[in-house]
């Protein structure tokens, strides 16, 4: 029987200079991530950590992946939702579905560790096209303009180095790299919210990385995009960046999409905070520590009426490349003033979301589902809102957030739970 042809393109896929293996698209829209055999030779105590799910199943990396027309979980996650996709996706003149060719322009600079670069054709191995036996691959280039900009989000944001005091929006990553959120076009003043709530959660005992908010006429080859008439964007710096005495590491990072195998579309579906909290009390390197500061960030989302804090806003992170723990916060501001009667968590707690309704109850029910001694998440809690309630009100006259914002963020406070009020 004659096979029929079909072409293929393929990006290596590499992890802190490891091959790790070889993505392959088909032109029937076939996706398929084949692992390495040298990587899968690789002594576990030595083998770099892709996914957390390596870790749960031995046998992850030992069969391909495959997907049809987007990418699979661990890798579509790396990539820019909403408005940055589209935007990417007419710079490629390609459809946004279209998850090969944006990996393929993003692959040098995508979060964590992981980088894609393209396979010219006649060198993808054989053994990254044995699982595809039903049709005569053809092998061709990988069609993609000079890679640029690449961050996962839903709102316009850029990754960018710092020198001499200015940002530089580049692909050109270092030691020193940022990201820039620019304003938004739908809601006012949000990189002054998103400061003021990082600083908040600061203060009470969340680790962030360092932030500042910066002028736009300080960032240097920004795209061409329309923006709001504000003044400031938003700069955070890069967790997975480290700096090294000859250039720079990255640090492998995974979300808990790529964790759970949902594409960014099921980021409000099929999980609550009980499923997170047991992942990371059974595999983080930190244990209990991370758990406590779990709990911690969830009642700051309710504090600050965050409902945004789906499960691409939460991370692991693997400084050692092999053994994961809870990444430094990220993505936290008060979503409840631009949203009207907005009252609910992004997730379940405790077989609920409402943040007014919300109590110690909650926490408590939340810790005996995972199996965590209560006091020891209770003592916690109690610092956090002892800190709040001390120092937050202060704080607050000295943040950027516009004063609408804050009466709204009052107002808020004076609505929680007596176990929660400020």
Do not use: C
Request: proline share 5%.
């Amino acid at each position: 029987m004659t096979k029929r042809h079909e072409d293929v393109a393929a990006l290596r896929i590499t992890l802190q200079g490891v091959e790790i293996g070889v993505l392959t698209h088909y032109t029937g829209g076939k996706n398929i991530l084949t692992f390495s055999p040298d990587y899968i030779a690789i002594p576990e105590y030595l083998k770099p950590t892709i996914s957390l799910r390596q870790i749960i199943t031995k046998s992850f990396v030992e069969k391909p992946i495959v997907s049809n027309q987007k990418i699979m979980p661990i890798l579509s996650n790396l990539l820019p939702e909403g408005a940055l996709r589209e935007w990417m996706a007419k710079s490629l003149k390609t459809h946004p579905d279209n998850e090969f060719a944006l990996m393929a322009y993003a692959g040098k600079n995508l979060t964590g560790g992981i980088i894609a670069i393209p396979i010219s054709k006649g060198e993808i191995p054989p053994w990254a096209l044995d699982s595809r036996q039903s049709t005569d691959p053809v092998q061709i280039n990988v069609t993609a303009p000079e890679n640029k900009f690449s961050l996962a989000g839903i709102q316009m944001k850029f990754s960018s180095k710092r020198e001499d005091g200015r940002f530089l929006i580049t692909d050109d990553t270092n030691g020193d790299s940022w990201i820039i959120k620019t304003p938004s076009t739908q809601h006012k003043n949000v990189p002054e919210n998103e400061f003021t709530a990082m600083t908040l959660a600061k203060i009470a005992g969340i680790e962030i990385p360092e932030i500042k908010l910066i002028k736009l006429s300080d960032l240097d080859n920004l795209p061409d995009i329309k923006l709001p008439d504000e003044e400031f964007a938003y700069a955070i710096k890069r967790f997975d960046r480290k700096a090294k005495a000859d250039g720079f590491q990255r640090l492998h990072t995974e979300d808990f999409a790529q964790i759970l195998n949902l594409y960014p579309t099921q980021k409000y579906d099929k999980v609550n905070y009980e499923q997170m909290g047991l992942i990371i009390k059974d595999f983080s390197q930190k244990g209990l520590f991370d758990v406590q500061q779990f709990a911690k960030r969830l009642l700051i989302n309710i504090l600050l009426g965050n409902g945004d804090a789906h499960i691409k806003n939460w991370s692991m992170i693997y400084h050692d490349q092999q053994t994961p723990q809870l990444s430094p916060a990220y993505d936290i501001l008060s979503t409840m003033v631009y949203i009207h009667n907005e009252r609910d968590l992004a997730l379940n707690m405790a077989k609920n979301k409402d943040w007014y309704a919300m109590s110690f109850e909650h926490f408590k029910s939340w810790a005996e589902r995972i199996d965590v001694n209560w006091s020891a998440i209770k003592v916690h809690l109690d610092e956090t809102m002892n800190i709040a309630r001390t120092r937050w009100l202060e704080e607050l006259n000295h943040l950027p957030m516009i004063e609408q914002h804050k009466s709204q963020l009052k107002e808020h406070w004076a609505k929680l739970h007596p176990d929660f009020r400020i």
